[in-house]
């Protein structure tokens, strides 16, 4: 096929956003192109914690957070940091993120984060049975762990909220109850909240790689170049990229954190952010894990990846450019050695990676704006992977022109008035 041929679809973005979606767009019948500047899951998608978390419905911007933030904010090394030199730049985004935590706001933050969870949900027991992988998944659930009788109160809204949405979970009031899911945590935590639907991925970037091979099996292409610009003109779009100019008939934009800059040759402005997210990588399981592991209070989890452990988590305000600030990972596998005494803290791989977040912690899956042809698919902050096969879905839809399986008004483009970069 050659670079100036018209394909139905090209997808840009080869994360598991971008992978799943070709994926779908391919099983409904299109001929797609995947194009990725580096290759299959070799951003966030290789890094993250491997967790399908559809009991996360609540956004970052809760109107809690705002008492929390300015002493967060101020770490450097806390669980919510912004960096120093980034601060004037990022200014307008934590402008929308405030508003995003007015009351009426995050109750419709909610329930869009909620349809979109369930519809997820749903689409990834499609997935595994479409592709074969139920061999890649751990059905383990997961634990959230609290110090003490008043973290614990200060956790039951949100506990209530997941019980008005449907989710399944066991509140846990013991050090001796949380030891018969996870044995060898430190006795300071002394409740938890065990969601038993709670699903893991055995490694995420094994998992996009095996959809890839997917793709390709049934005659998809993957290709290397950076997308430069997108120009819509009569019945197609024209990529500019650093192979020569290739042309669809329909774009999905699906580059991560990347993404506001192709749309910006789009002229269109979209706040897009990073959460920066670091993690440490150890060979061998020392503690026996068999639940996913989350220190809310903290802003980590731990993970089993591969025959390994992941400890991960954190969000540092710091964009694309700022050299990484590796002692945040240090950090968190201090705490993990403290919290888990059996841990050996030897021999991990440490990792940065960027994920792409808008104020109201809600994605884009719409069409763009100024270009009707070219679909918005990125924005999922820390929830890529869990909404992966369900935003897929909700692409493969638009691309054909009938109606998603659930309303996609609250993941518009437009719904920020945006003045920034």
Known sequence: MAATDTLDIIVIGAGIIGVT????LQTDGHRVRILDRKGVAAETSAGNAGAFAFTDIEPLASPGIMRKAPSWLLDPLGPLSLRARYALTIAPWMLLFWRATRA??????????????????AALERLISRVSGEA?????GQLQLYEGQAQFAASLPAWDLRRQHGVAFDLLDSPGA?????PGLSPRFTHAGFTPDWINTTDPARWTQH??????KAGGEIAIAEVLALRQDGDGVTLETTTGPMRAAQIVLAAGAWSHHLARTL???????TERGYN???PTDSIGLRTHLTFGNHGFVVSRIGAGLRVGGAVELGGLTLPPNFRRAEVLVQKAAAFLPGFDPQGGTQWMGFRPSLPDSLPVIARARRADRVIYAFGHGHLGLTQSAGTAELVAALAARRAPAIALTPFEAGRFAWTGR
């Open 211 to 216: 959809l890839a091979q997917q793709f390709i």
């Open 104 to 121: 009426d706001r995050y109750a419709a933050g909610v329930a869009a984060q909620a349809s979109l969870m369930q519809h997820s949900r």
């Open 267 to 273: 002229g269109e402005r979209i706040p897009l952010e």
């Open 280 to 282: 440490t990588t150890f």
């Open 21 to 24: 979606t070709a994926l779908a």
């Open 178 to 182: 949380i030891a018969e899911i996870q």
């Open 136 to 140: 890649m998944m751990r059905r383990e």
